[in-house]
């Protein structure tokens, strides 16, 4: 069982304050990060991932060691999605993996086989001999995933994995984040309810750079103050004035 502890993180930008004080403890499991927007929601990935750095005062622990001070061997750990990465149309999806493993330092004499198993996770390996350009939209946030998967992270971060898909891609894409869930830790962020609702352990909600609801889905759904209350009707509640 995997812990990621993080206490007391800021970060603002000039007078911008993007993240307040946020304190969070993940084990191994989903958690859906959920807010609009500028909620704060890339700001706090990016720390994780150490992209960008973070106000003094806080910290960030994986397994009681502090993640600045374990370095490269902290990012090791992660898998990360980032929302926006460029894909090569020209390029077949086991050539652009195996190109990324080779930038995340994988041994040239295993990215032939490292390659192969992340494509069969996201069951693209039918395709893998095929151009990325003819792929779908869900077919290419699944190489996205598959190159996350590189080296069998303990910390998989996916920023908004279903941006742009139809609803029947977006369903293909949960059931495999589900199906990866064993043994690791699993941060989807996303402003789309339904993308979270039915696979996470737990729902985080940011608004303004602070968690405003932390909590399992039921937890949530209770808090809307009805009977049959869901978690879409929650969100409507903390975010509507920002729609």
Same mark, same amino acid.
């Given at each position: #069982?995997?812990?990621?502890?993080?206490?007391?993180?800021?970060?603002?930008?000039?007078?911008k304050n993007? /993240?307040?004080n946020i304190? /969070?403890?993940?084990?191994?499991?989903?958690?859906?990060l959920?807010?609009?927007?500028?909620?704060?929601? +890339?700001?706090?990935?990016?720390?994780?991932?150490?992209?960008?750095?973070?106000d003094?005062?806080? +910290?960030i622990?994986?397994?009681?060691e502090?993640?600045?001070k #374990?370095?490269?061997?902290?990012?090791?750990?992660?898998?990360?999605?980032p929302?926006q990465?460029? &894909?090569?149309?020209?390029?077949?999806?086991?050539?652009?993996?195996g190109?990324l493993?080779?930038?995340?330092g994988?041994? +040239?004499?295993?990215?032939s086989?490292?390659?192969?198993?992340?494509l069969s996770?996201?069951e693209l390996?039918? !395709?893998?001999?095929?151009?990325?350009?003819g792929?779908?939209?869900? #077919?290419?946030?699944?190489?996205?995933?598959?190159?996350?998967?590189?080296?069998?992270?303990?910390?998989?971060?996916?920023?908004?994995?279903?941006?742009?898909?139809?609803?029947?891609? %977006?369903?293909?894409v %949960?059931?495999l984040?589900?199906? &990866?869930s064993? $043994?690791?830790?699993?941060?989807?962020?996303t402003?789309i309810v339904?993308?979270?609702?039915?696979?996470?352990?737990?729902?985080?909600?940011?608004?303004?750079?602070?968690?405003? *609801?932390?909590?399992?889905?039921n937890?949530? !759904?209770?808090?809307? *103050?009805? $009977?049959?209350?869901?978690?879409?009707?929650?969100? #409507?509640? %903390?975010y509507?004035?920002q729609?």
């Amino acid at each position: #069982m995997s812990e990621l502890k993080i206490e007391n993180l800021s970060k603002h930008y000039g007078s911008k304050n993007a /993240l307040n004080n946020i304190s /969070l403890i993940l084990t191994d499991g989903i958690y859906g990060l959920l807010g609009p927007n500028g909620a704060g929601k +890339s700001t706090l990935m990016n720390i994780i991932t150490q992209n960008i750095t973070f106000d003094k005062g806080g +910290s960030i622990e994986w397994n009681g060691e502090n993640t600045l001070k #374990m370095g490269a061997d902290f990012r090791s750990l992660i898998g990360f999605m980032p929302q926006q990465q460029e &894909l090569y149309p020209t390029f077949t999806a086991e050539r652009f993996v195996g190109y990324l493993a080779a930038l995340k330092g994988i041994p +040239s004499k295993e990215i032939s086989s490292e390659v192969s198993r992340v494509l069969s996770l996201v069951e693209l390996d039918h !395709c893998a001999n095929k151009k990325i350009g003819g792929f779908s939209g869900g #077919m290419k946030q699944r190489v996205l995933i598959a190159q996350a998967l590189l080296g069998d992270p303990k910390l998989l971060i996916l920023d908004e994995p279903t941006a742009g898909l139809d609803p029947k891609q %977006r369903v293909i894409v %949960r059931r495999l984040i589900s199906s &990866l869930s064993k $043994d690791k830790i699993i941060i989807v962020s996303t402003h789309i309810v339904s993308d979270i609702e039915s696979i996470a352990d737990k729902v985080i909600m940011i608004r303004s750079g602070e968690i405003i *609801e932390n909590g399992t889905v039921n937890e949530l !759904c209770a808090k809307t *103050e009805k $009977d049959g209350g869901t978690l879409e009707d929650l969100y #409507m509640l %903390r975010y509507g004035d920002q729609l």
